[in-house]
């Protein structure tokens, strides 16, 4: 549901602000892999490739845009910390879809089945 700001300004300075190299670049870029990945998985076509996407979003973004241990305002590097905490769970959930796969309701499942009985 974040993809969209990634677009935006705010959010684009934002990153600029925090050391995100080539940000005007960089973030929409990140907003269409994460995009991607989610539809990838969502959808359950291709989504170990679209699991490996969110990974590829995932790593840099949780190390730069979340490090608490920089952070000075004890709230702060709370929030930051939270963040980092979340992320590292949405990493994990990743990297799961990266070795199973979308399951045996996804898209890639039947058209495993359909290649499977065609032969």
Excluded: C, E
């Excluded at 700001?5 to 705010?10: L, W, Y």
């Excluded at 190299?21 to 679209?50: D, E, H, K, Q």
């Excluded at 241990?69 to 929030?79: E, K, R, S």
């Excluded at 979308?102 to 495993?112: E, K, N, Q, Y």
């Amino acid at each position: 549901m974040s993809w969209p700001s990634h677009f935006t300004r705010p959010t684009i300075d934002y990153a600029a602000q925090a050391g995100v190299p080539w940000a005007s670049i960089t973030v929409p870029l990140s907003g269409l892999i994460m995009l991607a990945g989610a539809l990838s998985i969502l959808l359950g076509y291709r989504s170990r490739i679209g699991a490996w996407l969110i990974v590829l979003f995932l790593v840099p973004v949780t190390l730069k845009m979340h490090a608490f241990w920089a952070v000075q305002d004890p709230m702060m590097a709370q929030i930051q910390q939270i963040m980092f905490m979340k992320n590292l769970a949405m990493l994990g959930a990743a990297l799961t879809f990266t070795y199973h796969g979308a399951g045996p309701i996804s898209l890639d499942a039947r058209s495993a089945k359909v290649r499977s009985s065609s032969s």
